[in-house]
């Protein structure tokens, strides 16, 4: 089975992240199929709408650290680097529905979806520092204007994580529900009946003002992301990590 699912249901497409024995942690791999999965739905005059959704308990822990040891992705046209880009770009409504961890990458992509629907177990973190890391994704902006510098601040030096009350106080999060998947769909379809046209210039005007922005700070962070991912702080941090699950 595919490691990201994308199916068809009408005019939505479902990007599901399909790893859940190691839950749902992204992959160079997985990120390649999201950015092609985001790209052909952008091209494809037939979808309307597109859900993230993930297999099993979680949305995802976000990088896979073997792979960030295997292959730090360094380059501006890494898979990471075009899943972002693909997502950024992306120009229909867009739809996340989250349960469980969603750590790193996993919260940092939902400040790029137009609705987040999460179940009341979701549990956001971005421990980018404390892994010797930097933000990503155009977060280190987008999250300080969203929740306010002193509170990014904060979760971005700690790592700490935060639940779906929190997150939907802040506005990362639209709603909390039971079954975020089946509620992504019935909105997700409920956005499909509308006009096209209209829905894709919508986003356009409500992303408008941040885009050229988003796009600057996304290369910058990009690049201290790929020195950081050489660093002696973070491999202390990833061969913690290893060692622990070793030792399990
Ligand atoms: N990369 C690779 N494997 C990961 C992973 C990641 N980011 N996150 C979880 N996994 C794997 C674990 O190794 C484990 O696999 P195993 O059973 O083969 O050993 C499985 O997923 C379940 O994770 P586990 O750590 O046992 O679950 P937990 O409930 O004890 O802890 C987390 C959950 C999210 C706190 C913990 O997995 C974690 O800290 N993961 C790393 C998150 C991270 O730092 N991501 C990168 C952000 S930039």
Do not use: W
Request: hydrophobic share 50%.
């Amino acid at each position: 089975m595919a490691e990201i699912i994308s199916r068809r249901e009408g005019e939505v497409q479902i990007l599901t992240f399909n790893r859940p024995t190691k839950m749902n942690a992204l992959t160079r791999e997985m990120y390649a199929a999201l950015a092609t999965g985001l790209n052909e739905a952008a091209a494809d005059f037939g979808v309307r709408a597109v859900v993230l959704s993930s297999e099993g308990d979680h949305f995802t822990a976000g990088n896979d650290i073997a792979d960030f040891l295997a292959n730090p992705p360094t380059g501006q046209d890494s898979d990471v680097a075009r899943f972002l880009g693909s997502l950024l770009e992306f120009p229909k409504p867009l739809i996340a529905a989250v349960k469980g961890n969603a750590v790193g990458i996993g919260t940092t992509m939902l400040l790029h979806c137009d609705v987040v629907i999460a179940s009341p177990s979701a549990k956001f973190s971005m421990p980018f520092a404390s892994l010797g890391l930097v933000p990503e994704a155009g977060s280190s902006y987008l999250f300080p204007l969203l929740v306010g510098y002193q509170r990014a601040a904060k979760i971005f030096f700690t790592g700490e994580s935060f639940d779906a009350e929190s997150a939907q106080t802040m506005g990362l999060v639209a709603s909390i529900a039971a079954d975020p998947i089946g509620e992504a769909l019935e909105l997700a379809n409920q956005i499909a009946k509308n006009p096209p046209q209209a829905m894709i210039n919508t986003k356009a005007l409500l992303k408008a003002s941040k885009h050229d922005a988003v796009s600057a700070v996304m290369r910058a962070e990009f690049e201290l992301f790929s020195l950081a991912l050489q660093s002696d702080e973070a491999m202390e941090a990833f061969m913690n990590f290893m060692a622990k699950k070793g030792n399990q």
